[in-house]
């Protein structure tokens, strides 16, 4: 199926004055190579597209960076980034929907789309003429489970490296200093000259 088949675009749109660090959602926000987002720095002073959660949020400025993130929470967002909103959830999941435009493939058509010179945007339009395959609701639920446990262990790996290795070199530093802590040493005796002679035996 097309993708603007299964979803279309949030047209509802939400106060200023109902918006924290915690619910809304600029392009900035997003992070890099479909790794979530981030609490806002900064707030809009008038309205913006509503989010709710559930719904899944791209970037659309530099499609390349593969900026994309599945709400957790209501909220809303800037006009650079696109809230896709699941038309009905009995055909197809979020959570599925989500873990389908979290890939090369999508980022790939997404970026094809992109018109623009340094800040190269993609065409709304275009994007809705992805194509999405459609299994049972079923399988989408097993699918959805399988990667979010793979994405899980993925990124309990990619924390705990940093943390083990600090650790190990805490470690290592510990016991080198304890090993390259001699004693003072004291200055060795004097040698016997080679011609001194042994003294005669009584």
């Not at 979803?7 to 004055?17: E, L, M, P, T, Y």
């Not at 530099?62 to 009905?88: E, F, M, N």
């Not at 800040?119 to 489970?145: A, N």
């Amino acid at each position: 199926m097309m993708m603007g088949e299964i979803c279309s675009f949030s047209n509802q749109r939400i106060s200023a004055v109902e918006l924290s660090p915690y619910n809304y959602t600029g392009v900035e926000n997003l992070l890099q190579e479909m790794k979530g987002r981030k609490d806002a720095s900064a707030l809009p002073s008038s309205n913006v597209a509503e989010v709710s959660e559930g719904d899944i949020l791209v970037g659309n400025i530099r499609p390349y960076l593969q900026k994309i993130w599945l709400a957790t929470c209501d909220g809303g967002a800037s006009a650079d980034v696109l809230v896709l909103r699941i038309i009905d959830q009995t055909q197809v999941l979020s959570s599925y929907l989500y873990r389908v435009l979290a890939s090369d493939r999508f980022f790939d058509f997404h970026a094809s789309t992109a018109r623009g010179g340094k800040m190269p945007r993609g065409d709304r339009k275009r994007i809705l003429e992805f194509r999405v395959p459609v299994p049972s609701l079923d399988e989408q639920r097993r699918i959805s489970g399988i990667l979010d446990q793979m994405n899980a262990l993925v990124n309990d790996l990619s924390s705990g490296l940093p943390a083990e290795i600090a650790a190990r070199r805490k470690q290592y530093e510990y016991y080198r200093d304890r090993l390259l802590s001699f004693p003072e040493l004291t200055e060795p005796t004097a040698m016997a000259s080679p011609n001194t002679q042994e003294p005669t035996r009584a």
